[in-house]
C-alpha cells in the first residue's frame, strides 16, 4: 500500500526557474524526511521535519511539514543543475517501526 | 567515517535461482534495513534487522529473507527469483531504529532474466 503520493511525478524545468513539490497522505506521520536520488546512488537525507507547521530552510530549499503532520512541501529557489534528482518523501510510522516512502519526484534542470 | 557499502553492485540470475546480497553498515551502526525500488512501486521496506534480531519485517513474501551478523553486517537472500525481483535493493543504517537517520548504500542492481 502506498501511503504516500508525491506531485508531481515529472519536472523539468530550466535553471533559474522555481518550484514546488508535493508529498501528500491521509495518514499522520510522527515525522517525514525529504531524500535526494542521484542515478546509480542510494538516497542521500536532506532533511527531517517532526512538528507540524515546521518550516525548515536548506540554502535555496524550503521544507513544510504540514499542521495535521499529514502531508509536506519542498519549494526550491532558483533551481541549478545540480539539484537535478530523484525527490523522495518518507514519513515515519506513528508505531515508530518504519518508514514508508513517497512514490518520489525526478526532477531535471536544464542549463 | 566509512559509509555503507554493498555487494555487488550489479547482479543478472535467471528465474528460479537464488540470490544472496550484502551490506556493511556505518561503523557503530546496529540497525539494518533493506528495501527494494522498482519504477512501478518506488522504495518499499523489506525488514529491519537490530542486534541480529529481525524486528520489522514488510509486506514481502518468504522468498526474501535476510540476517544480521554479530559486527552488524547484514545479508539478504532471495530464492526461487522471478523477474518482478529485477529491482535496486537498497540497505540503510542508523544508529538505533528504522526511524532515525538512515545512511543508504549505493545498492545492488539485481537482473532476472
Known amino acids: 500500500t502506498q501511503l504516500l503520493e508525491q506531485s508531481p511525478q515529472f519536472l523539468s524545468i530550466q535553471e533559474g526557474e522555481n518550484l514546488t513539490v508535493y508529498c501528500n497522505s491521509s495518514s499522520v506521520f510522527s515525522s517525514l524526511q525529504w531524500y535526494r536520488q542521484e542515478p546509480g546512488e542510494g538516497p542521500v537525507l536532506l532533511v527531517t521535519?517532526?512538528?507540524?507547521?515546521e518550516v525548515k530552510k536548506l540554502k535555496r530549499l524550503t521544507f513544510q511539514f504540514g499542521d495535521a503532520r499529514k502531508d509536506s512541501s519542498l519549494h526550491i529557489t532558483a533551481a541549478q543543475p545540480g539539484d537535478t534528482g530523484l525527490y523522495l518523501c518518507?514519513?515515519?510510522?506513528?508505531?515508530?517501526?518504519?518508514?514508508?516512502f513517497g512514490t518520489g519526484t525526478s526532477l531535471t534542470v536544464i542549463p | 567515517k566509512a559509509g555503507v557499502t554493498q555487494t555487488p553492485r550489479y547482479l543478472i540470475k535467471t528465474r528460479g535461482q537464488q540470490v544472496t546480497l550484502s551490506c556493511s553498515p556505518i561503523s557503530g551502526h546496529r540497525s539494518v534495513s533493506w528495501y527494494q525500488q522498482t519504477p512501478g512501486q518506488g522504495l518499499q521496506f523489506l525488514f529491519e534487522?537490530?542486534?541480529?534480531?529481525?524486528?520489522n519485517k514488510g509486506n514481502f513474501p518468504g522468498r526474501f529473507s535476510g540476517r544480521q551478523f554479530s559486527n552488524s553486517r547484514s545479508e539478504m537472500n532471495v530464492s526461487t527469483l522471478e523477474l518482478g525481483d529485477s529491482a535496486l535493493y537498497l540497505c540503510?543504517?542508523?544508529?538505533?531504529?528504522?526511524?532515525?537517520?538512515?545512511?543508504f548504500g549505493p545498492g545492488t542492481r539485481l537482473l532476472v532474466l
Open positions: 518518507a514519513g515515519a510510522a506513528r508505531s515508530g517501526n518504519q518508514f514508508y
Open positions: 521535519v517532526v512538528t507540524g507547521g
Open positions: 534487522y537490530f542486534s541480529e534480531t529481525q524486528r
Open positions: 540503510a543504517s542508523s544508529f538505533g531504529g528504522a526511524v532515525e537517520t538512515q545512511y
